[in-house]
């Protein structure tokens, strides 16, 4: 799944594409990529608009256009793209935005349909329940150790946890954890002052040094990354920490595929 970086990378460079282009018609190719509203409604009260910005907010692409937003989140698969207006439709297209002027379209394409799609005039409707932005002002190395301290959870699903922190996945929160030396089944409750401020740091720099490098390419999902080649332990199992040299392990955490040097991280250390 894309995460902060990502996406990110992605909202970059559609910006120069879209920004100012009018939506002359949306093209529904599979009804359930819509979360809200309803097909009909949707692409009546889409056509027309003006793109206005092209941000993010955690894993969302927010598009503000003359009098909605629009969100899309990629989930599992997704992909955006824009192409020539008469370009072929493709397989796993699921939505497609014809534009104006420039003869473009923009297009959704997600293989395993997962991904979503939302139309509102209120943005709190979709992410009024995120937790704070990890490079944003506002969060600070005290909230974080604060929020760690108020929960009794295991840490690496309390920072997957979007209402938590938005935007951390199971890449960067792997490789977070090991700069900070902590394994993610600790206890959240047990992070002492400096352990979060370093967790704090190591948050911060995974995810810049994630965009500085137009994010990870590890499978056919998201292309044109390069982050993947500078991973610490995820996708690394059996190979050597670039601290201590100990042979990385894979251990399943909340579900997820976690990646651990069990020397740098010890629960307790």
């Known amino acids: 799944m894309p995460e902060l970086p990502e996406v990110e990378t992605i909202a970059r460079k559609l910006q120069p594409e879209l920004i100012g ?13 819509l ?12 056509k027309g608009q003006e793109i206005r910005e092209i ?27 824009i192409k020539e207006v008469d370009a072929a439709e493709e397989k796993h297209d699921r939505l497609v935005l014809s534009l104006d ?5 923009l297009v959704f394409n997600d293989t395993r349909k997962f991904g979503r799609v939302w139309l509102v005039q209120n943005p709190d409707e979709v992410i009024g329940g ?18 760690l301290q108020s929960r ?23 490789e977070a954890l090991h700069m900070a030396r902590l394994h993610p089944l600790a206890a959240s409750d047990s992070v002492n002052r400096e352990q979060a401020g370093t967790l704090w740091e190591a948050i911060r720099e995974v995810l810049q040094e994630g965009i500085r490098r137009n994010g990870a390419s590890i499978d056919w999902v998201y292309r044109g990354g390069e982050y993947q080649n500078y991973f610490r332990v995820y996708d690394r199992k059996g190979q050597p920490c670039p601290v201590c040299g100990t042979a990385i392990e894979r251990l399943v955490v909340g579900q997820r595929g976690t990646h651990i ?9």
């Open 35 to 46: 979360a809200t509203p309803g097909p009909a409604k949707f692409e009546k009260q889409i």
């Open 130 to 147: 995120l937790g704070p932005e990890p490079l944003s002002e506002e969060f600070t190395a005290q909230m974080l150790f604060e929020g």
């Open 101 to 105: 002027p420039g003869r473009k379209k």
């Open 21 to 33: 282009k009018s939506i002359l018609k949306a093209d529904l190719l599979w009804p359930r990529t």
């Open 55 to 81: 941000g993010r907010r955690a894993k969302y692409f927010v598009i503000k256009l003359s009098d909605f937003y629009l969100f899309i989140h990629l989930r599992m698969s997704g992909d955006l793209y």
């Open 152 to 174: 009794h959870r295991r840490l690496k699903p309390l920072l997957l946890d979007q209402s938590f922190l938005s935007g951390m996945g199971n890449i960067y929160t792997d």
């Open 261 to 269: 040097c069990p020397n740098c991280q010890r629960i307790g250390s």
